[in-house]
Every structure is written in structure tokens, then in C-alpha cells.
T-cell receptor, first 112, second 106 residues
């Protein structure tokens, strides 16, 4: 099993550009989540999904969209990148009831 | 007050030392907590869970103090390989602390 994979590993965007961060898992987990991690702030939940076709907002959803058309994939879209979105983005998955989240290796995004 | 708060450290300790970190939380209804370990520029990985009875795994002990609303992580006989950042998380809120950095020196 590859676990949770994320692409790209690194990305530089200009303000106003859009892009999609990809996340996939092969563990057949129902739950998937997106976090951002900034220095001194810890991991903050952006969006999460409890199953295909179901998504919900987390603590910091503004500027991001998600969709969940399959169990395996949970892409995160930045519609119009801003410098405040410079961060490390982690995708995670888990089975309902276990709460142990498996994280992907992260995407380091810089917006100039 | 932050909902989940940790001393950022860094904690610099010699090999073999015992070190403890605390993590305070504001939601008194919280029941379940985890400690994660995060190496530099890597993803977090689960270290151990913390429920009402606490948890022990080898050199690591996690405890919950519900009255004072904090959880603790105790590491005995520190190894160089324990150097990392330790994150606590409140499961019900999916809120992570900012992490405590530990460096174990020879």
C-alpha cells in the first residue's frame, strides 16, 4: 500500500493563479481531511469529507474548494491564490471510529 | 486563549534524560486525545492515544488530567532519535496544538 499520496511536493504560484493539490489514498478510508500548517500555528483543518459526495468546512475554509467524487481522491482547489495561503498542506485519511489519521507527505506551497 | 496550547520549546535534553510536555485544552467536554510525532519537514505520525486511563508504551507515558484540562507526555531514557516535534490533538474538535520541539543531545 502506498498509503496517502500528495502531488505536487512543491509549488510556487503567483497571486491570483489557481491550482489543485491532489490527494489520494489506497486504504479504503471513508474520512479524508485537508490541513495547513504554518509556523507557530499548528495544523488547522481546512475541509474534510466523511465519504464520497460529502464534504464540510473546517476551521479555515475560505479561499479553498474541495470535492469527493471517489473514496480514493480528495483534491483541494485554490481558486485565486493569495500570499496568505503560503503554507505546508497535508492531506489525511482515517476510518470512522478509529480517529488515527494517516498523513500524506505534504505539499509546500509558496504564493508570491 | 488558544483552544489547544503547547509550550513550543525547544526542550534541549541530554541522552538518557526524562522529559515531559504538557498540552492544555479549553473544551471541558473533550474526551479523546492523541500525541503525534513530526520529524523536520515530514508528516505527523501517530505516537499514542490518550484516554481517561492514560497510556504507556515502552519509554513513553501519556496521561490525562481532566480537572486541570491538560494531557501530558513523558519520555524516559531519551534517545537521539526522539528528537522531533510532538503535537497534541483534541479528537472531538480536530484541533492540533502548535507542537513542542524536543532536541536530545549526545
Amino acid at each position: 500500500n502506498a498509503g496517502v499520496t500528495q502531488t505536487p511536493k512543491f509549488q510556487v504560484l503567483k497571486t491570483g493563479q489557481s491550482m489543485t493539490l491532489q490527494c489520494a489514498q489506497d486504504m479504503n478510508h471513508e474520512y479524508m481531511s485537508w490541513y495547513r500548517q504554518d509556523p507557530g500555528m499548528g495544523l488547522r483543518l481546512i475541509h474534510y469529507s466523511v465519504g464520497a459526495g460529502i464534504t464540510d468546512q473546517g476551521e479555515v475554509p475560505n479561499g479553498y474548494n474541495v470535492s469527493r467524487s471517489t473514496t480514493e481522491d480528495f483534491p483541494l482547489r485554490l481558486l485565486s491564490a493569495a500570499p496568505s495561503q503560503t503554507s505546508v498542506y497535508f492531506c489525511a485519511s482515517n476510518q470512522p471510529g478509529t480517529y488515527e489519521q494517516y498523513f500524506g507527505p505534504g505539499t509546500r506551497l509558496t504564493v508570491t | 486563549r488558544k483552544e489547544v496550547e503547547q509550550d513550543p520549546g525547544p526542550f534541549n535534553v541530554p541522552e538518557g534524560a526524562t522529559v515531559a510536555f504538557n498540552c492544555t485544552y479549553s473544551n471541558s467536554a473533550s474526551q479523546s486525545f492523541f500525541w503525534y510525532r513530526q520529524d523536520c519537514r515530514k508528516e505527523p505520525k501517530l505516537l499514542m492515544s490518550v484516554y481517561s486511563s492514560g497510556n504507556e508504551d515502552g519509554r513513553f507515558t501519556a496521561q490525562l488530567n481532566r480537572a486541570s484540562q491538560y494531557i501530558s507526555l513523558l519520555i524516559r531514557d531519551s534517545k537521539l532519535s526522539d528528537s522531533a516535534t510532538y503535537l497534541c490533538v483534541v479528537i472531538e474538535d480536530m484541533r492540533f496544538g502548535a507542537g513542542t520541539r524536543l532536541t536530545v543531545k549526545p
